[in-house]
């Protein structure tokens, strides 16, 4: 799978920087304390090297993935080695905010799959985003289970058009360059027009 692929190499190239940038770091220790200037300039060029070039990886996701607005019920995937867990918008209600029902499913055979895991945002038209008043709670969802659970945003009569993004909550997922990126994530929404029905009720 090309997905696949790309989160391989992606997990490959941090962790590649990672260690290229203690090495440098220990060398750049090492020719201070000598005062070899020549190595400190050669291992600071180098290490800036490596750090801009990363960075352009990094950038490079976001940057040409298409943004996509995914219709009620087709499903956002999100993987670690595998896309186990999967998640759709049910049903949608505006009352003085918005109310959003949203559907987690796994397909795995064994390992549970954790939607705690994950942030959801509304975002407007205007680019604002709202955080939900609550976070998802940290159940596991058994293989093979599927779950829905409501969510509350703030979000102001004033909003047009709101829509739904689900990226990974963990700080490191934004240091890992390819699909499992939130910057690259963020590029898919999940559209809530037409689904304004009587929100289903939390399993």
């Known amino acids: 799978m090309p997905s696949l692929t790309l989160r391989m190499l ?15 770091v220990l060398g750049l220790a090492y020719a201070l304390g000598r005062g070899d200037h020549p190595l400190l300039r050669r291992l600071g060029i180098f290490g800036a090297v490596v750090l801009g070039g990363y960075a352009i990886l990094l950038a490079a996701g976001p940057a040409v993935t298409r943004p996509r607005t995914l219709a009620p019920g087709e499903e956002l995937s999100f993987c670690g080695f595998d896309c186990h867990l999967h998640v759709s918008a049910l049903g949608a209600r505006r009352d003085g905010g918005l109310d ?12 549970p799959e954790f939607p705690g895991r994950l ?13 939900p008043v609550e976070p998802l709670p940290h159940n596991e969802l058994r293989a093979g289970e599927t779950a829905t659970h409501t969510l509350r945003f703030p979000v102001p009569d ?15 997922d934004w240091l890992v360059p390819g699909p499992g990126n939130p910057m690259v994530q963020r590029k898919a929404t999940l559209e809530l027009a037409g689904i304004t029905r009587e929100l289903v009720r939390d399993r």
């Open 10 to 24: 992606g997990t490959l190239a941090f962790l590649g920087t990672a260690a290229i940038t203690a090495g440098v």
């Open 100 to 111: 959003v029902t949203l559907r987690f499913r796994s397909d795995a055979k064994r390992a």
């Open 119 to 131: 942030a959801v945002r509304a975002v407007d038209q205007a680019g604002r985003e709202f955080a």
């Open 158 to 172: 004033d909003a047009v058009a709101p829509r739904i993004t689900v990226t990974w909550a963990g700080w490191l």
